[in-house]
C-alpha cells in the first residue's frame, strides 16, 4: 500500500465547476507539497503547508494533520487548470518522500 | 534565466551505454533531487542531496550514480543502460530538505 493515496485518479470538469482533490498519507509528516504537472510535462510546485489552509488565487490547500488528510480546491476551473496534481509528502522522521500517483484533472470548455 | 536547467533535454542511446544527465541550479538553495518518472507518470524520488551531503539514497541500481561537485549541480550517472530505465528525469531543487521544491524541465530518456 502507498503511504500517499490521492483520489480520484481522473476528474474531468466543467469550466467554471468547482473542484475538490484528495490526498490522505498514513505517514507523519513534516510537510505536505501539492504539485501541477502541465501536460507538456513541467512540474510546479503549488503549495507546501504544515497545517491549516493556503489560497493562491483560485487555488486552495487545506490541511487535517489529526486526520492526515489535505485537499486542493480549484474554484471556477478553467481549461487551463487541466494538468496532474500530484501530493507528496515529507516525513518528519529522516529526510524521506513520498508521492501519490496523481489525480488527472480535464476540464472542458 | 532558469531556475533549475537539465542537460540534455533528450537523450537516446543503446542499451549498455553509460550516460550522464546534468543538472545546475542558480537559486542559491541547499538541497538538489533526482527523480524518475515512468510510463505511468509515477514520480519516485531516487536522490538527494543538502550541501553537498547524501541525504537519501532510495533503492535504485547502483548503476546509478549522483555526484554533487558543488551545491549548485547534482549530476546523475547511469552506468550500462537498460531498457527499463527509460523515462524522465526531473531535477529539483529546495532551500532546505523539505522545502518548496523547483523542478528542472526533465530529461527523456530513451535506451533503445
Known amino acids: 500500500k502507498n503511504e500517499v493515496e490521492q483520489s480520484p485518479q481522473n476528474l474531468t470538469a466543467q469550466e467554471g465547476e468547482f473542484i475538490t482533490i484528495n490526498c490522505s498519507y498514513s505517514?507523519?509528516?513534516?510537510?505536505l507539497h501539492w504539485l501541477q504537472q502541465h501536460p507538456g510535462g513541467g512540474i510546479v510546485s503549488l503549495f507546501m503547508l504544515s497545517s491549516g489552509k493556503k489560497k493562491h488565487g483560485r487555488l486552495i490547500a487545506t490541511i487535517n494533520i489529526q486526520e492526515k488528510h489535505s485537499s486542493l480546491h480549484i474554484t471556477a476551473s478553467h481549461p487551463r487548470d487541466s494538468a496532474v496534481y500530484i501530493c507528496a509528502v515529507k516525513a518528519n522522521t529522516g529526510n524521506q518522500f513520498y508521492f501519490g500517483t496523481g489525480t488527472s484533472l480535464t476540464v472542458i470548455p | 534565466d532558469t531556475a533549475v536547467s537539465q542537460t540534455p533535454k533528450y537523450l537516446v542511446t543503446q542499451m549498455g551505454n553509460d550516460k550522464s544527465i546534468k543538472c545546475e541550479q542558480n537559486l542559491g538553495h541547499d538541497t538538489m533531487y533526482w527523480y524518475k518518472q515512468d510510463s505511468k507518470k509515477f514520480l519516485k524520488i531516487m536522490f538527494s542531496?543538502?550541501?553537498?551531503?547524501?541525504?537519501i539514497n532510495e533503492t535504485v541500481p547502483n548503476r546509478f550514480s549522483p555526484k554533487s561537485p558543488d551545491k549548485a549541480h547534482l549530476n546523475l550517472h547511469i552506468n550500462s543502460l537498460e531498457l527499463g530505465d527509460s523515462a524522465v528525469y526531473f531535477c529539483a531543487s529546495s532551500q532546505y530538505p523539505g522545502g518548496t521544491q523547483y523542478f528542472g524541465p526533465g530529461t527523456r530518456l530513451l535506451v533503445l
Open positions: 505517514v507523519g509528516i513534516s510537510a
Open positions: 542531496y543538502n550541501n553537498k551531503e547524501l541525504i
